[in-house]
Structure formats: C-alpha cells, structure tokens
C-alpha cells in the first residue's frame, strides 16, 4: 500500500523542474551577491584589495543578469509569481545585503554606520516587499508594470560604484573619503549617507520613475 505520494526521487527534484529559464538568471543574480559578500568578508581576513575589488565587479554582472531575467520571461511569456518571489528575494541579497557588507568593509564600520546600512537594507526590503504587492494594480491592459514607486534597488549599483572608485584610489579604512566624527558613543563616516539618501529614495511614494 502507499500513501499516493510521488516516490522521494521524483518530489526531491520536483522544484527544479519548475524553474523557467528566466529564474536560472536569477539564481546567478543572487550568486553573484554571495560571492561579493564572501570577498567583503575575505579582504576584512586577508587585506588583500583585490578581493574586494573582484566582490565589487560581481555587483555590475548581477545587475545585467537582473535585467535580462526580466526580459527573458516576457519574451518566453513565462512570467510567474514564483520568478517574481525568485526575484525579489535575489535582489536583496545583490543589491541590499552585498552592497552594505562592501561599505562596511570599506571602512563603514562606526556605530552609526551600521545602524545606517541597516536602515539601507531595510529600505530594500520593503521597497521589494511594496512592489510585490502592488505590481497588479500598477499593471497596464498588457500586464505590465508601467513605472517604479521609489527608485529600484538595483540602483545601488552606483555606490558600490563610488565604493570601488574608493579602493582604486587607496582610500579605505581609516584614509575613506570625508574621514570620521564622533556623535555619542558612536562613530559616523559621512559617506555612509549616500545609503540612507539611497534607502530614502527607494521606500518614497511620491517618486515615480517609467518601467522600461
């Protein structure tokens, strides 16, 4: 007697099979961020620059591998909710995660830093978070999302950006554009403001750039 379940081999790899082409761009996506995340963490071991310049370079390639995901499943028509979540849940460690774990390698390491990145992350997260939920009432007649509230995530690109124009110049650590001040117990480096003016503008409503 069985119970009518598919045997363990068939249900193991049951999920995989519903993977469209599309979400395989996404999982390099989220590889991608990994990998930047792993390098941060390797240069803060090692102190090694290129380590982080390499995690940095891997921001850029998931960026390219998040937009050609999306076109990817409207040319194949194959746009699904779980590529949506696939998506989303990708872009937060890319684009949310990598970038504040290479500021803070960077030399964002103050007690207000972090509480700044962590807001950065938090932003992204609901921005995400937002978009999915409200991607149907902002589609067209054709089913497509006609224009962001606040700007997308992947738009921190353009720190890790000023991060790595940062490193190539040799100023990390204690050398990190604009130096320190001391507020309270905690140390703030005012470059980390460009997340929160990044964070800020990704959770606006009033904000509203045209979807390509």
């Known amino acids: 007697m069985t119970d009518g379940n598919?045997?363990?081999?068939?249900?193991?790899f049951s999920m995989l099979r519903?993977?469209?082409?599309?979400?395989?761009?996404?999982?390099?996506?989220?590889?991608?961020?990994?990998?930047?995340?792993?390098?941060a963490m390797?240069?803060?071991?090692?102190?090694?620059?290129?380590?982080l310049l390499w995690g940095m370079a891997?921001?850029?390639?998931?960026?390219?591998?998040?937009?050609?995901?999306?076109?990817?499943?409207r040319w194949r028509k194959?746009?699904?909710t779980l590529g949506r979540e696939l998506?989303?849940?990708?872009?937060?460690?890319?684009f949310g995660v990598a970038p504040a774990a290479l500021g803070y390698a960077?030399?964002?390491?103050g007690g207000w830093d972090w509480v700044v990145l962590s807001y950065f992350v938090g932003c992204g997260v609901s921005r995400l978070a937002r978009y999915n939920v409200t991607a149907e009432s902002l589609s067209g007649d054709e089913g497509k999302v006609k224009y962001f509230e606040g700007t997308p995530i992947p738009t921190s690109v353009v720190i890790v950006g000023l991060l790595a124009a940062a490193a190539f110049t040799g100023h990390l650590g204690a050398d990190l554009w604009f130096g320190q001040v001391r507020l309270g117990p905690w140390l703030?480096?005012?470059?980390?403001?460009?997340?929160?003016?990044?964070?800020?503008?990704?959770?606006?409503?009033?904000?509203?750039?045209?979807?390509?």
């Open 58 to 73: 891997l921001i850029p390639l998931a960026f390219v591998l998040d937009a050609f995901d999306g076109r990817i499943a």
């Open 106 to 109: 960077c030399g964002l390491d």
């Open 18 to 39: 519903e993977f469209h082409l599309a979400d395989w761009f996404t999982l390099g996506n989220a590889f991608c961020g990994t990998g930047a995340i792993f390098a």
């Open 87 to 94: 998506d989303s849940l990708a872009d937060v460690i890319s």
């Open 42 to 51: 390797r240069f803060l071991q090692e102190g090694r620059v290129d380590d």
């Open 78 to 80: 194959v746009a699904s």
């Open 6 to 12: 598919p045997p363990p081999r068939k249900r193991h």
């Open 188 to 212: 703030l480096h005012p470059l980390v403001l460009v997340y929160a003016l990044s964070g800020s503008l990704m959770i606006s409503k009033t904000l509203h750039i045209p979807k390509p």
